[in-house]
């Protein structure tokens, strides 16, 4: 079979896949998901002009000659709290105590915070405050937020694709919305096959493994904000595939792994096949060559699903799953849920140990990326990169990548590395 490149079955991949449809959702379940419109505020932000800080409202013209050494003492005519009138207005050598976040009161021009004022001397005392003594001369504008500085009425605050965390939904929330109409969260279903395949918690006969694809591949694809539904594990003979792949039917996505090479008892392929459309790729990369990707409609004794379901075969090797799945089905689930961007997120590292590549494939060796006390990036691999060593992969935060044209890559290289988790 002859090997396509990456961006070649990658295209192929996204060139398949839909984005989940919208829906409305409040605020508070909207985190990790994605906007499905632009978000355009219907008001000003802050809606009126107010005070950055505690202090006293007056007029900068009152304080030109205002020092420590000799303040101005102006009389105190009001104060103003958060969510209160701007009331009463600022005269010509007056002073008006206000909070943070209050409006500021008509003709005023500045606010002196209080740490500038005897405020703190004058609290001492036993009676109100009807003076203060400023010790500091101020420009007009100083300590005021400006109404429609953060956003104007008719700006687009958010786009359409952008993901909701934290900051987002709080912008959101500014603009008084109580939903946000997002992509629905996609629902994945995983699969694991063969008869050698144990679950975990099982007494483990000969011959046999324990089921680790399952739980990398929902972890994963939880992590993107996926709701994932684990379908067991399928034996390898075409009923116990065929009633486990039905189950699939109202997914968003199918996740299999292994059954996808050449073997006597890998039916999955042929199994899937009777479902829809399959491709079965050897791709030029190392771990991970062979790869299936198809769209599922139904059974051929069946009635057609309700809606088509993208088929992710996985190789049954764990660590060849979890690379092809950062390949592959991440960027495929990024774009089911709205994202505008579904790259994997990259670095230039400087190569601590080298790479070699024995096969003319892309390599993504499991690598560790730190940063130096110069804020330069390092990489080093983080295990022997055998398909089989599991634990090179859970020490990694990241894939760095020899291209296939490349036998190796020397002590001293940069090297573009995806990042597969945080930078310490």
């Avoid at 110069?374 to 990169?385: I, K, M, T």
Wanted: glycine share 10%; net charge negative; with cysteine.
């Amino acid at each position: 079979m002859t090997m396509i490149l990456v961006e070649d079955a990658l295209r192929q991949v996204l060139d398949a896949i839909q984005q989940t449809e919208p829906m409305e959702v409040p605020l508070a379940q909207a985190n990790g998901l994605v906007l499905a419109e632009d978000a355009r505020s219907g008001l000003d932000i802050p809606p009126l002009d107010n005070s950055a800080m505690d202090g006293y409202a007056v007029r900068a013209n009152d304080l030109a000659r205002a020092s420590a050494k000799d303040p101005t003492v102006l009389p105190v005519i009001g104060e103003i709290a958060g969510g209160s009138a701007p009331e009463p207005p600022v005269r010509e050598g007056t002073a008006v105590r206000i909070m943070t976040g209050a409006p500021v009161p008509p003709g005023a021009d500045t606010v002196v915070r209080f740490e500038d004022t005897d405020e703190q001397e004058r609290r001492a005392g036993s009676g109100p405050i009807t003076d203060i003594a400023i010790r500091v001369a101020v420009g007009a504008g100083d300590s005021i937020r400006r109404a429609g500085e953060d956003v104007r009425t008719g700006d687009i605050v958010l786009t359409k694709g952008t993901g909701l965390g934290p900051a987002q939904l709080g912008v959101l929330a500014s603009l008084g919305r109580s939903k946000a109409l997002v992509h629905r969260r996609p629902v994945v279903v995983v699969l694991a096959t063969g008869d050698e395949i144990a679950a975990p918690g099982e007494e483990l006969s000969p011959g046999h493994i324990y089921d680790i694809n399952t739980y990398t591949a929902q972890a994963l694809a939880q992590e993107l904000g996926a709701t994932v539904r684990p379908l067991g594990i399928a034996r390898d003979t075409r009923d116990s595939l065929t009633e486990h792949i039905r189950r699939a039917k109202n997914a968003d996505l199918l996740i299999t792994s292994a059954g996808v090479s050449v073997g006597y008892y890998d039916l999955v392929k042929d199994v899937l096949t009777e479902y829809g459309e399959m491709h079965m790729w050897s791709v030029k990369m190392r771990p991970g060559k062979p790869v299936a990707f198809g769209i599922l409609r139904g059974g051929k004794d069946e009635q057609p699903w309700s809606k088509p379901v993208p088929h992710f075969g996985l190789p049954g090797n764990p660590v060849s799953a979890m690379v092809v799945f950062h390949i592959f089905t991440r960027p495929a689930i990024r774009k089911m849920m709205g994202f505008a961007q579904w790259e994997v997120p990259s670095v230039e590292a400087l190569l601590e140990e080298p790479i070699h590549n024995e096969d003319g494939r892309r390599v993504y060796a499991r690598a560790f990326v730190t940063r130096d006390e110069a804020g330069e990036l390092h990489a080093r691999l983080s295990g022997p990169q055998g398909s089989n060593i599991l634990t090179a992969m859970a020490k990694a935060n990241g894939l760095a990548i020899c291209p296939e044209d490349v036998g190796q890559m020397p002590i001293g290289s940069r090297v573009r590395v995806e990042m597969i988790g945080p930078i310490p």
